[in-house]
Structures are given as structure tokens and as C-alpha cells.
């Protein structure tokens, strides 16, 4: 099986999003996928020189950064399942409203278009706020399957809400059999 792993933003969860890529690639074949800005930034977390190194070498293979590299994911048929993590905000925003501007997004959008499932986990400081309107959106749609998320710091950030990385592989598993892994909101 071929399996997607498209990484956002988010670059504070890092950290535990690669050793999840890591654990997805040994039991399946992993197409890293990045982001824009994944491609491009550097941060406090870290270059994205360093970022694109690693997951081509947890992947074995080069990441799809553009829109012209990923649009033949669902024409060819070349994924068995998407993993969106870490999901920003703005990726889950542009999903929910079927915004394919960029290769995250367009990866998912021709994805889709075989039934096939994307596998989101969220991390955004605004899912109890904004973002949360356009989560209830994916809860609600076919072939969207979440990774088990909660509030990660309530007292400092109230609306912020970031996946259990280490939960991807059983999310993964349990969508590939069309079902939802539960419960979906941890504390």
C-alpha cells in the first residue's frame, strides 16, 4: 500500500509528527508530501532543509512540493490513503470549502476523487474558535477520518487543539477499514 503523508505549518509539533512517519513507514510505503510553506520556512523548530532531509530519509524517496507534482495522485491512482498531520487551520479551512491552491491541498482534492480516505490531524490554536466550524464540515463528510485530538494547553491557549500523533498508525489502520477510530476527543 501507498500512503501519503503531507506535513502543514505547524512546525511546534514536528517533533512528534516524524517519529509517526516513521512508524507509517515501516508498515507501508510513505510519499512525503510538504506544504508551501513546510518547503520553504525556516523556524525556531528547526530549517526546512533539516525537515526535508528527514523525511526523505524515513521515506526513501523525494517530497511532492507542488501543485504539478501531486495532481496525479487521484488520475493515477497513486495513494491508497492521505495523512494530513500535522492539519493547520488554514489547510482545514481550505478543505472544508474545497480550496485546492496548494499541494496539500490539491493532493487531498485529487485524492478524493477515488473514494479513498484522508486521515486529518489537527493542529491549530483556533479549533474551539474559527477552525471548529470547519472541522464539524470534515466530521460530517465521507472519506475524512480523524487522528484523536484534545486541548493541548487550556489554561494558556483555551482554543488551541492539537492530535495525538502517536495515534496515526492506529487511525490510519482503523480508516483503511472505513471506520473511525474513537474516541475522537481526548483530554
Known amino acids: 500500500m501507498n500512503i501519503g503523508f503531507a506535513l502543514c505549518g505547524s512546525f511546534c509539533t514536528y517533533e512528534q509528527v516524524f517519529p509517526a512517519m ?15 510553506i513546510s518547503y520553504t520556512a525556516d523556524s525556531r523548530f528547526g530549517t526546512h532543509q533539516e525537515h526535508i532531509q528527514k523525511a526523505e530519509k524515513i521515506c526513501g524517496c523525494s517530497i511532492l512540493h507542488t501543485i504539478e507534482q501531486v495532481e496525479p495522485i487521484g488520475p ?24 485546492a491552491d496548494g499541494p496539500v491541498t490539491m493532493a487531498a482534492k485529487s485524492h478524493l476523487r477515488n473514494g479513498r480516505p484522508v486521515i486529518v490531524a489537527v493542529s491549530t490554536n483556533d479549533a474551539l474558535a474559527g477552525a471548529g466550524e ?13 487522528v484523536p485530538f ?16 502517536t495515534l496515526i498508525p492506529d ?3 482503523a480508516a483503511l477499514e ?6 475522537i476527543l481526548i483530554s
Open 22 to 36: 516513521e512508524a507509517v513507514a515501516k508498515e507501508y510505503s510513505v510519499v512525503p508530501i510538504f506544504s508551501n
Open 76 to 99: 493515477k491512482k497513486l495513494l491508497d490513503a492521505l495523512i494530513i498531520a500535522p492539519c493547520t487551520g488554514n489547510t482545514l479551512a481550505k478543505l472544508a470549502h474545497s480550496i
Open 134 to 146: 470547519n472541522i464539524g464540515k470534515l466530521l460530517s463528510r465521507k472519506h475524512y477520518y480523524f
Open 150 to 165: 484534545g486541548q493541548d494547553n487550556p489554561e494558556k491557549k483555551p482554543t488551541s487543539m492539537v492530535a495525538d500523533f
Open 171 to 173: 487511525t490510519l489502520a
Open 178 to 183: 472505513g471506520r473511525q477510530i474513537q474516541p
